[in-house]
């Protein structure tokens, strides 16, 4: 089977999830596919890799981003400084990531689950202080939408990439299917190591509504699984070399995790705040929102099988078992 020509670069991240990938393609032209989080130390392994391949940052030539998460996209500024790349970015991730308001929606949404104000206060605070988020601001990218192509040739022949939209993660994922070589660079669709987190987002059609992030997700799995790639480089973690296992059990996990939830739910109103507090007792800062976005993406499949009523009292949205 053939293969792409692709070299995995590995970078430390200061964030719970440790390491992230970015993808040299060492095609015409020379691309990246992610570009790291903007700290010193994953600048450092981004040049030396990128030496190690006989290149250096001002070789790069185009830049394709899979979502809009600092560690995803944290070098595009410099990179395009040195070497006037060009930086494509999922469309509605760049609304997503420029729109101030946004933060504010998701602090809503947070309050509306149950989040003791007090709390959403100090995650905010700490968000604050990570700096890590402002290459989108300081350089020009090229929206992509579902459908665009990239063409890249090389010596071991002629390949193509293909933009898909897949929400889950974020609402504005793109995935990368190259057909010859049925390679697929899946950001953080699809993770060797951890199940990605379906994120509590507001609507990117309607601000006020919240995001069904997990039934996205699963509809995005099945795509992916319709793709039939041999092949899938992952935004963090070694690369994935049986992508339609790793698809199954991503799913089953899912199903496994809502039997759970639906298991902690009784004729008592709770909200998801209350049952991510029982489920993660010691998570803190950054994590309840990972936990609190978690439960909630589950209740709307228990919802949607019908083992769940909503009721709503002083703005917050509050399950109890059917
Ligand atoms: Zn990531």
Redesign the pocket.
Known sequence: MERLPVRQIVMPTPYA?GP?NAYLIEADPVTLIDAGIDTPQARNAMWLELHAAGYFPESIEQVIVTHG?P??YGLIAEIQEVSGATVYFPAREIERVRDKQMLFQVGKLLVGAGMPLDLLFKMDQERRRDPHGNALRDSEVVPIEEGKIFHLQSELGDFTLESLHMPGHTGGHMVFFEPRTRSLFAG?QLLPDTSPNPLLEPSLDDPSERRRSLKEYLVSLEKMAALDATVAFP??GDVIEDPGALITSTIEHHSKRKVRIAGMLSDQPRSPYELAQQMYPNAGGYDVFLSVSEVIAHLDLIVDDSDAVVTERDGVTYYQAT
Do not use: T
């Open positions: 999830v992230v998460h560690d995803h953080d935004g963090h």
